[in-house]
């Protein structure tokens, strides 16, 4: 089943006609035009991983004044069917998408929802969690969020809001809803709840991390110490990191990002497989999983971390180590 094939709902909130009735036209007139032109971006993105999937900000400019759009917001409204070509909706068949923009720097960033069959349900990653995911392994923050309908589900505002400035987070769609994640999801349980700042991937929280026993390879080593610094994980204080070899590609990896919630935390090998959907990398191809985890932790992410590697890529190695938090 088609994304199309989800029926609008009716809102609270009052849609601009005008704006979609434009959009509609922009959709049949400049539409496939834009996407041909997002798809030759896309493919001829540089080498670096963080880079997939992702519109720069100065090519998104170009994008807008070439087409004659009013704003970069349409633009991340058109570059929706793109996004919905990296979902793999394989239990639901729903093909979701969103279109992230960094507030940082501008950059468009697409994604789509992953699920994983064989699988906990709860390993699915939602669309809007995809964009934040990679907004975030990105350095930055989302601005704006791009998607079908302006009504992201109450697991995606909980994962929203758990990062720093998400209150004037915007949503938009289609339809002309132009609303706050706050107008979306007021009174949010947020990490402030708890005392907790927010998360920012502009931390460092757990700088000194140590391998405790055997150690993975040195480039593996250092990347998983590098994801695992800025892990978000201050509710188990137990940050993980994972790290996907794939043969002769390269490697791909993420820390865990906990929720206020608790669930709907995400956790490491679950966002490193975000990170591998972005290059539109077959996770079946994966050679290696490495998943470094707090040594006595409150929190054990390896049984979930083997049991999810072992249903996307039943021919990879499973590996773990462990670390302590020093200081």
Same mark, same amino acid.
């Given at each position: ?46 080498t670096d991983p963080l880079d997939a999937s992702v519109i720069p900000a100065s090519d998104a400019a170009e994008l807008v004044v070439r087409h004659d759009l009013a704003s970069v917001d349409e ?8 996004? $919905?070509?990296? !979902?793999?909706?394989?239990? =639901? *068949?729903?093909?979701? &998408? %969103? /279109?992230?923009?960094?507030?940082? +720097? @501008? ?120 994801? $695992?610094?800025? !892990?978000?994980?201050?509710? =188990? *204080?137990?940050?993980? &990191? %994972? /790290?996907?070899?794939?043969?002769? +590609? @390269? ?77």
């Amino acid at each position: 089943m088609t994304e199309a094939a989800i029926r609008p709902t009716a809102a609270p909130f009052r849609a601009d006609g005008a704006f979609a009735l434009r959009m509609a036209t922009l959709g049949a007139t400049v539409g496939p035009a834009v996407e041909a032109e997002i798809r030759t971006l896309l493919a001829e993105a540089g080498t670096d991983p963080l880079d997939a999937s992702v519109i720069p900000a100065s090519d998104a400019a170009e994008l807008v004044v070439r087409h004659d759009l009013a704003s970069v917001d349409e633009l991340a409204l058109l570059a929706l069917p793109i996004a $919905g070509e990296l !979902a793999r909706p394989s239990i =639901s *068949g729903y093909r979701v &998408a %969103a /279109v992230g923009v960094e507030a940082e +720097t @501008g950059a468009l960033v697409l994604g789509g929802n992953l699920e994983f069959p064989g699988n906990d349900l709860g390993t699915t990653i939602h669309a809007e969690g995809f964009v934040a995911l990679r907004a975030r392994r990105r350095g930055a923050h989302l601005g704006t969020l791009a998607v079908r309908e302006a009504h992201p589900c109450a697991h995606c505002r909980q994962t929203l809001s758990e990062a720093a400035g998400a209150d004037s987070l915007r949503i938009i769609d289609p339809l002309g809803h132009v609303l706050t994640l706050a107008a979306l999801y007021p009174w949010a349980f947020t990490p402030a709840a708890l005392g907790v700042d927010a998360d920012s991937p502009a931390r460092l929280p757990w700088p000194d991390l140590a391998f405790v026993g055997a150690e993975p390879p040195v480039t593996i080593a250092a990347e998983l110490l590098d994801l $695992g610094r800025r !892990a978000h994980a201050p509710y =188990s *204080g137990s940050p993980s &990191a %994972a /790290v996907l070899a794939v043969r002769p +590609t @390269g490697t791909f990896g993420a820390g865990c990002v906990e929720s206020v919630a608790f669930n709907p935390s995400i956790g490491a090998l679950q966002a490193a497989l975000v990170e591998l959907a972005a290059v539109r990398i077959d996770p079946s191809t994966i050679a290696e999983g490495w998943l470094a985890k707090l040594d006595g932790g409150a929190v054990d992410p390896e049984p979930g971390f083997r049991a999810l590697l072992r249903a996307v890529a039943p021919e990879a190695s499973a590996n773990v180590v462990r670390w302590r938090a020093h200081g």
